[in-house]
C-alpha cells in the first residue's frame, strides 16, 4: 500500500527533471509549422470527403424530391466551403514543405539549384495528369461510362507516379523527397479534382436545386453533371489511401532513393 501511494509523488518527481528544450532555429519551427497545418487541414479536408461519399450522398437519395430539393443546397454549400478551403490550406503548406525538403536534398547532392528544375518536372507532369483525367472524366461515348472513366484515371495516375519518380530519382533525392513528390501530387490531383471539377459543378447544382425548390425546371445537363461530379469525388476517395501511404512512408517507411 506504501509504494502505491508513492507512485504519484514519483512520477511528479520524474517530470521535474524533465528537460524540455524547444527549436531555436527558424527553419525547423516553420517545418513543424508547416507539417502542423498541413495534418490538421488535411484531417477537415479528408474527412469531409468521406462524408459526402459515405453518409450524405446514400442519404440524399433515400429522401424524396422535394425534401432533398431542401436539404441538399444547405448541406452542400457548407460542407464544400469547409472541405475546398481545408484543401487550399493543406495544398500550400504541404507545397511550401515539399520546395524545403527539395531544396536540402539539392542542397545535400551539391546542386543548390537543381530543385527548381525538380519542382518544375514535378508540377508539369501532375498538372498533364489532371488534364487527362479532366478530358476522360468530360467524354461521352464508351468513356462516359464510369467504370471505364475511372480505371484509365487511375492507371494514368499509376504511370504519372512512376515517371515522376523515375525522372526525380537522381542522385541526392532522398526517401522523403520522392514519397511526397507521389504523395503530394496525389494531393495536388485531388486539389485540383475540387476547385477545377467538382465545386465548379457543384455550385450550379445548388442553385439550380434552390430554384427548382422556387417552381424552376431543373436543366437537362444537371444529371450529366452530377455524375461527374460524383465520379470525381470517387476518384478522389480511392486516391486518397495510396495518398496517405505515400506521405506516412516519407518519415516512416524509407523505400525509395535516388540513384
Request: aromatic share 16%; proline share 4%; charged share 10%.
Amino acid at each position: 500500500m506504501a509504494s502505491r501511494s508513492l507512485c504519484p509523488i514519483y512520477y511528479s518527481f520524474s517530470l521535474w527533471k524533465l528537460s524540455v528544450s524547444f527549436a531555436s532555429d527558424p527553419s525547423a519551427i516553420e517545418q513543424i509549422v508547416l507539417r502542423w497545418t498541413h495534418i490538421v487541414a488535411a484531417f477537415l479536408w479528408l474527412g469531409f470527403l468521406y462524408f459526402f461519399l459515405l453518409a450524405v450522398n446514400p442519404a440524399l437519395k433515400a429522401l424524396d424530391s422535394e425534401t432533398r430539393a431542401k436539404t441538399f443546397p444547405e448541406i452542400a454549400s457548407r460542407g464544400l466551403w469547409w472541405l475546398r478551403w481545408s484543401a487550399v490550406l493543406g495544398w500550400v503548406a504541404g507545397f511550401r514543405y515539399f520546395t524545403i525538403l527539395a531544396k536540402t536534398d539539392a542542397v545535400n547532392a551539391g546542386r543548390p539549384h537543381a530543385w527548381v528544375g525538380w519542382i518544375a518536372i514535378w508540377a508539369g507532369c501532375w498538372l498533364a495528369a489532371f488534364a487527362i483525367e479532366m478530358a476522360l472524366v468530360h467524354a461521352g461515348g464508351p468513356l462516359g461510362n464510369s467504370y471505364v472513366a475511372g480505371t484509365l484515371v487511375i492507371f494514368v495516375v499509376a504511370a504519372i507516379s512512376w515517371l515522376v519518380v523515375s525522372l526525380l530519382g537522381q542522385p541526392g533525392a532522398g526517401n522523403r523527397t520522392l514519397c511526397i513528390s507521389v504523395g503530394g501530387g496525389l494531393g495536388t490531383l485531388l486539389f485540383l479534382n475540387v476547385w477545377g471539377i467538382s465545386w465548379r459543378i457543384q455550385k450550379r447544382l445548388i442553385a439550380w436545386t434552390r430554384a427548382t425548390a422556387q417552381g424552376t425546371p431543373m436543366p437537362a445537363e444537371a444529371a450529366k453533371l452530377a455524375r461527374t461530379s460524383a465520379l470525381v469525388m470517387q476518384i478522389n476517395f480511392w486516391l486518397s489511401f495510396p495518398m496517405i501511404f505515400f506521405m506516412a512512408a516519407s518519415a516512416h517507411f524509407p523505400f525509395l532513393s535516388g540513384q
